[in-house]
């Protein structure tokens, strides 16, 4: 069993590199200014190109894309060539990426909500899923995933589910085929998950902190296993982070670090599996709180670390 570890958007070691450096629509509309748009674009596909590469001279085998890498890309007022103009720069990046084999994702953000009640938005969420597609497609990642939350609780959860079906049902194929979903922290719990992968086969992404937060009388130890069955050509994916603080107030927000402790009992809990997971890391120091965390495993167990950031338990 490997375990390997990412994490997601930022890389607090790299300061000054961002890859969601962003054009806003109000300003846009002011200035109409393609020049501009097109220099940030090419600012954010280079810092992502410099983030693959601090990637792979550290090992990190795992990373998590940022939505905001092409500005006004799912804007209708705004028509531009976001795929084809830049492919110099996507074909170096995806050569590292195919080189390095790194798994690469993507998790669109709260405005991506495909059981919207408003057909605006489902609409809007069909753009938005497309446009990441798109770029995975672009930077030639052979499995492609998009990670969504199930959405909006309008009207109840058994009509929420309802309408995620539905409209999942009138995606293309190929959207279909990268959609996973990840139980919440208020709503939508690892039976709801489990409940689409039945209907639809898609995967089911284990998020163990919304977990703790949004558990009802659900026992994981007795799903952890159908979790991990709804993954078929790609190591099950799992997001791991530890709470702010245990107020009510602020656990659900994301601490700085990750909790060791408990990270190794959950570790404990899904070894005997004996299978090959990655976890994404969900702490707001980024790869600081990956490589701390990596510290703390090696000086508290006994796991046979095979680099950086890949271990046997």
Same mark, same amino acid.
């Given at each position: 069993?490997?375990?390997?570890?990412?994490?997601?958007? %930022? *890389?607090?070691?790299?300061?000054?590199?961002? /890859? *969601?450096?962003?054009?806003? $629509?109000?300003? $846009?509309?002011?200035?109409?200014?393609?020049?501009?748009?097109?220099?940030?674009?090419?600012? &954010?596909? /280079?810092?992502?190109?410099? %983030?693959?590469?601090?990637?792979?001279?550290?090992?990190?085998?795992?990373?998590?894309?940022?939505?905001?890498?092409?500005?006004?890309?799912?804007?209708?007022?705004?028509?531009?060539?976001?795929?084809?103009? $830049?492919?110099?720069?996507?074909?170096?990046?995806? #050569?590292?990426?195919?080189?390095?084999?790194?798994?690469?994702?993507?998790?669109?953000?709260?405005?991506?909500?495909?059981?919207?009640? &408003?057909?605006?938005?489902?609409?809007?969420?069909?753009? %938005?899923?497309?446009?990441?597609?798109?770029?995975?497609?672009?930077?030639?990642?052979?499995?492609?995933?998009?990670?969504?939350?199930?959405?909006?609780?309008?009207?109840?959860?058994?009509?929420?589910? #309802?309408?995620?079906?539905?409209?999942?049902?009138?995606?293309? /194929? $190929?959207?279909?085929?990268?959609?996973?979903?990840?139980?919440?922290?208020?709503?939508?719990? %690892?039976?709801? !998950?489990?409940?689409?992968?039945?209907?639809?086969?898609?995967?089911?992404?284990?998020?163990?902190?919304?977990?703790?937060?949004?558990?009802?009388?659900? &026992?994981?130890?007795?799903?952890?296993?159908?979790?991990? &069955?709804?993954?078929?050509?790609?190591?099950?994916?799992?997001?791991? *982070?530890?709470?702010?603080?245990? /107020?009510?107030?602020?656990?659900? #927000?994301? #601490?700085?670090?990750?909790? !060791?402790?408990?990270?190794?009992?959950?570790?404990?809990?899904?070894?005997?599996?004996?299978?090959?997971?990655?976890?994404?890391?969900?702490?707001?120091?980024?790869?600081?709180?990956?490589?701390?965390?990596?510290?703390?495993?090696?000086?508290?167990?006994?796991?046979?670390?095979?680099?950086?950031?890949?271990?046997?338990?």
């Amino acid at each position: 069993m490997v375990i390997r570890l990412g994490y997601a958007c %930022i *890389s607090n070691t790299l300061e000054g590199i961002t /890859t *969601s450096t962003n054009y806003t $629509y109000t300003a $846009y509309s002011k200035e109409k200014n393609n020049a501009k748009l097109d220099q940030i674009i090419k600012s &954010n596909l /280079t810092a992502l190109e410099q %983030i693959i590469d601090y990637n792979i001279a550290n090992n990190i085998h795992f990373y998590r894309l940022s939505s905001r890498i092409i500005p006004l890309a799912t804007k209708k007022e705004v028509v531009f060539d976001y795929l084809t103009k $830049y492919d110099n720069y996507y074909d170096k990046i995806a #050569s590292k990426i195919k080189k390095s084999q790194m798994r690469i994702d993507f998790h669109p953000d709260q405005f991506c909500v495909l059981n919207s009640t &408003n057909q605006e938005v489902v609409l809007n969420s069909i753009e %938005i899923l497309k446009y990441h597609y798109n770029l995975l497609k672009k930077l030639k990642v052979a499995k492609k995933i998009l990670v969504l939350h199930i959405g909006s609780n309008t009207f109840g959860k058994k009509n929420s589910l #309802s309408r995620f079906i539905n409209n999942y049902q009138k995606l293309p /194929t $190929y959207i279909k085929k990268a959609i996973a979903v990840e139980n919440d922290d208020k709503v939508f719990n %690892i039976d709801d !998950c489990l409940y689409l992968n039945q209907k639809l086969g898609i995967p089911v992404i284990l998020d163990y902190h919304h977990y703790v937060c949004n558990s009802g009388d659900i &026992n994981l130890d007795d799903k952890l296993e159908k979790i991990f &069955n709804t993954w078929q050509d790609i190591n099950p994916k799992i997001h791991f *982070s530890s709470p702010k603080n245990l /107020t009510k107030k602020e656990m659900r #927000s994301h #601490s700085d670090y990750i909790d !060791c402790n408990k990270f190794i009992e959950f570790i404990e809990k899904i070894k005997k599996y004996k299978i090959d997971i990655d976890i994404m890391i969900e702490a707001k120091k980024k790869d600081e709180a990956l490589f701390r965390l990596v510290r703390e495993l090696k000086y508290k167990t006994n796991y046979h670390f095979i680099d950086d950031t890949s271990f046997e338990p």
